[in-house]
């Protein structure tokens, strides 16, 4: 039996989700809270093998919630579960360590099947997280860029600005400025919007 961790602080949800997981015999939800705060200090003392968190949350935010449940129990398993959709709560849900990502619009049937998932090894996603995932990596790179231009290829594409670039990539923005100009003119392009159509064509 998987010992499960939910943290969600739309109270009739967490008692749906509750519910869910117990429905099931292979996982049983040993703790059920509206706060990271208070998760984390149950966690402390008693292992969970999998935590489902949402990502809006008082105090402590589900993705800072999944950083420091990766430190403080590193062989537990982290899986989102959120309304948004927004590329950037993926990545940083991902990169902080989560394991999956779902919405909350998911079925009973498909949490079961992603908490199966997990425990066999899978990183379960919602089918349009997934495409989101899947669009980003396929950003084409060109061979006359750089690696570190064609990364902020990647970036310019999903319409980040150049201070949020320059703070993904730990650079100044005079410097994401520079190889905007160089891949403009390797590119031959004179604008974002072109650089947006010339990768909607390919």
Do not use: W
Request: proline share 3%; charged share 25%.
């Amino acid at each position: 039996m998987k010992k499960v961790v939910i943290i969600e602080d739309n109270e009739s949800l967490l008692i749906s989700f509750k519910e869910i997981v117990n429905s099931s015999n292979e996982f049983a939800v040993i703790g059920a809270f509206s706060n990271c705060e208070d998760a984390l200090l149950y966690c402390k003392t008693n292992e969970p093998d999998i935590v489902l968190i949402d990502i809006k949350l008082p105090g402590i935010n589900g993705i800072e919630g999944v950083k420091r449940f990766h430190y403080q129990n590193p062989e537990a398993k982290s899986m989102v579960i959120s309304v948004y959709e927004d590329s950037d709560y993926i990545f940083e849900a991902l990169s902080a360590g989560a394991i999956g990502y779902l919405t909350k619009n998911t079925s009973p049937e498909e949490l079961i099947n992603a908490l199966k998932q997990i425990k066999n090894g899978g990183s379960p996603m919602s089918g349009n997280i997934a495409r989101k995932v899947i669009a980003y990596f396929q950003v084409p790179k060109y061979k006359e860029l750089t690696v570190r231009e064609n990364e902020v290829v990647k970036l310019l594409a999903k319409g980040k600005s150049y201070a949020m670039i320059a703070e993904d990539l730990s650079l100044s923005i005079n410097t994401i400025k520079t190889h905007t100009r160089n891949i403009y003119e390797k590119l031959h392009i004179s604008k974002r919007e072109e650089l947006i159509d010339k990768l909607g064509a390919l």
